[in-house]
Nanobody
Framework: QVQLVESGGGLVHPGGSLTLSCGAS????????MGWYRQAPGKERELVAE??????????DSVKGRFTISRDNAKNTMNKVYLQMNSLQFEDTAVYYC????????????WGQGTQVTVSP
């Protein structure tokens, strides 16, 4: 199993920046990728960004050029990822959920507790 702990959410003005972090513990060898989904009130959960063990990245079109996902490369396993969010917009307001894809252990996704990001004047 994998446990995830997120941090870094908060309130920011439009155009501002925030960095989210997500630390993983447990069976790190099971992790193929980590990333974030977000869910705004009344909307479905959507993928924001993902990074794989080979450091390949994927971004939602709405955040390309503004958000950057990175990982802690100090270890060979995936143990911590970061989401640098710049030029934040009202539409980025949501609860951001970290996840880990544990397919190497034939398991599904593990989820963090979620962290609120609010973009407001």
């Amino acid at each position: 199993q994998v446990q995830l702990v997120e941090s870094g959410g908060g309130l920011v003005h439009p155009g501002g920046s925030l960095t989210l972090s997500c630390g993983a513990s447990g069976n790190l060898f099971s992790i193929y990728s980590m990333g974030w989904y977000r869910q705004a009130p009344g909307k479905e959960r959507e993928l924001v960004a993902e990074i794989t063990t080979s450091s390949s990245t994927t971004y939602a079109d709405s955040v390309k050029g503004r958000f950057t996902i990175s990982r802690d490369n100090a270890k060979n396993t995936m143990n911590k990822v970061y989401l640098q969010m710049n030029s934040l917009q009202f539409e980025d307001t949501a609860v951001y959920y970290c996840y880990a894809d544990a397919r190497f252990a034939y398991e599904g996704n593990y989820w963090g507790q979620g962290t609120q990001v609010t973009v407001s004047p």
